[in-house]
């Protein structure tokens, strides 16, 4: 009889430092995993990420799946069943799957779909991983600048968004075996502390909740067997709700010229006017080989030059942007988009 292979799922909401974690998961284990990236809005930025840290060249993509259907939890049986089958199917000799949900999935669907017949007796799950982002928790909410944003939707009397987060962060941490803060290098001891008591607390948690600087933390409480608490079994029979925070995504290109320095300046120019929760993409600036990856979460800017797959959208001859813009409204995503053309000398927006 084949060996069961162990799934590793990972969740926290957008932006938290999901694929930061993977990344750092990939590099320093010497497993051979099989990867299913979720992500909301229509361009695959995460799973270009991660195919340079799991081995996989471009001509092995067998072993990254990438789904950028937005939520894994409402199409178990279109995606994500068929997923983990041609994962097996494709890559016999992996010894883990590990799962990267979107930010706004769900995971209580996800677990319980391990257990169908169709998929159980080659998988088991093996942890689930709630990642924080301590540098919001610190203002009380799992988004930065979320009073920011839903000031500028109430003004707007749209909807108030705060009710479904909390649900979703609940429910992403409730059901963790270990929960990860990140962004733990820009806390003090007092800070981490502090966080860590509350969720204690909030979820009358005694899973291990870990310190994470920029993805990195002891990975014996990923590998030990004897540190696992199975902790989603409590929840496997619930009925739970399952409503969803409304998001919406659009995704740009430009043909453009700038510089890395003057991209940060206007960028940050455009986001003190219009709050967005999450913006990621990469720019490539003539002259550099390397394109300039672009990871924003409410206002923090954040990027680095790092190669991207050979398969992605690329200029042709000239600089060029590509951004995936993830908020509550499509009006302030189209706000963005004008005021950004506005602002970078663009030579021509190409759909
Ligand atoms: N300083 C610092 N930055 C971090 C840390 N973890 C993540 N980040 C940054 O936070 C941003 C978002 O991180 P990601 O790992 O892409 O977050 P994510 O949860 O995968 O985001 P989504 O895919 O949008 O849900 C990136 O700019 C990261 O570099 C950390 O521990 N410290």
């Not at 409480?221 to 608490?229: C, P, Q």
């Not at 320095?261 to 490539?284: H, T």
Request: glycine share 6%; charged share 30%; hydrophobic share 40%.
């Amino acid at each position: 009889m084949n060996k069961r292979i162990p799934v590793i799922v990972i969740s926290g909401f957008l932006g938290s430092g999901k694929t930061t974690f993977l990344r750092y998961l990939l590099r320093e284990s010497n497993k051979k995993f099989g990867l299913i990236i979720n992500e909301f809005g229509d361009v695959g930025i995460d799973g270009d990420l991660v195919k340079s840290c799991n081995g996989c060249d471009d001509s092995d993509e067998g072993c990254i799946i990438e789904l950028n259907n937005g939520c894994l939890c409402c199409t178990v049986q279109d995606d994500f069943i068929p997923s983990i089958k041609s994962l097996l199917n494709f890559n016999p000799d992996i010894e883990a799957i590990i799962i990267e949900t979107s930010g706004l999935a769900l995971p209580l669907p996800l677990i319980q779909a391990l257990n169908w017949p169709e998929i159980r007796t080659s998988i088991y799950l093996d942890v689930v991983i709630g990642i924080v982002n301590g540098e919001s928790m610190l203002k009380g909410s799992p988004i930065n600048d979320l009073n920011e944003i839903t000031n500028q939707y109430d003004e707007l009397n749209k909807i108030d968004h705060n009710a479904s987060i909390d649900e979703l962060f609940e429910e992403q941490l409730e059901v963790s075996d270990i929960v990860l803060i990140s962004r733990a290098d820009v806390l003090n001891e007092k800070e981490f502390k502090s966080i860590k008591n509350l969720i204690k607390e909030k979820f009358n948690s005694t899973v291990p909740i870990l310190k994470s600087l920029n993805g990195k933390i002891d990975l014996k409480y990923i590998f030990d067997i004897d540190l696992k608490k199975n902790n989603y079994k409590k929840f496997i029979s619930e009925e739970h709700d399952h409503n969803h925070v409304e998001l919406v995504s659009d995704s740009v290109k430009l043909n453009y010229f700038l510089d890395k320095k003057e991209f940060e300046k206007e960028i940050a120019n455009v986001l003190s006017e219009i709050d967005i929760l999450r913006i990621k993409g990469r720019i490539w600036i003539p002259k550099k080989s390397l394109p300039l990856q672009i990871q924003i979460v409410g206002k923090k800017i954040n990027t680095w030059y790092e190669e991207a797959p050979l398969n992605c959208w690329r200029p042709i001859d000239s600089g060029g942007l590509e951004l995936v813009i993830i908020s509550f409204d499509s009006e302030s995503i189209n706000k963005f988009i004008k005021k950004i053309k506005e602002k970078f000398k663009v030579l021509n927006v190409l759909k």
